[in-house]
C-alpha cells in the first residue's frame, strides 16, 4: 500500500518548489509522482500537423522524488508524515502520525 496516492493534496518538503502545493497527478514508479503546477519545465515541442499540434515552447510538469513530497493534513494546515492502521473490521487505512486521523481519499 502507497503512502502517496494519485489525487492527493502534497507539499513540497524540500528543493526548488518547497513550499508549494499540488495535487498528484500520475504516480510515474514506485519512487516518483507527477505534482500540478510543480517542477515545471519548458519543452520545445515540434509541429505535428497529423495530431493537430501547434509547435514552440510548453510548459509541462516533471516528475519528482516522493521523498521530497508530504501529505497535506487539512486539519493542522501543514505538512505531514503518514502511517498505517488496521481498523476492527481488518482493513488497512492511512493515517496521519501528528493526530491520527485517517486520511481522506
Not at 77 to 100: E, I, P, W, Y
Amino acid at each position: 500500500m502507497e503512502k502517496i496516492r494519485k489525487g492527493d493534496d502534497v507539499v513540497v518538503i524540500t528543493g526548488k518548489d518547497k513550499g508549494k502545493r499540488g495535487t498528484v497527478l500520475v504516480r510515474v514508479d514506485a519512487e516518483r509522482v507527477i505534482v500540478e503546477g510543480v517542477n515545471r519545465a519548458k519543452k520545445h515541442v515540434k509541429p505535428n500537423p497529423v495530431k493537430g499540434e501547434v509547435g514552440g515552447i510548453v510548459d509541462k510538469d516533471m516528475p519528482i522524488h516522493i521523498s521530497n513530497v508530504a501529505l497535506f493534513n487539512p486539519a493542522t494546515q501543514k505538512a505531514d508524515r503518514v502511517g498505517f492502521k488496521v481498523l476492527d473490521d481488518g482493513r488497512k487505512v492511512r493515517v496521519f502520525r501528528s493526530n491520527g486521523e485517517q486520511v481522506k481519499a
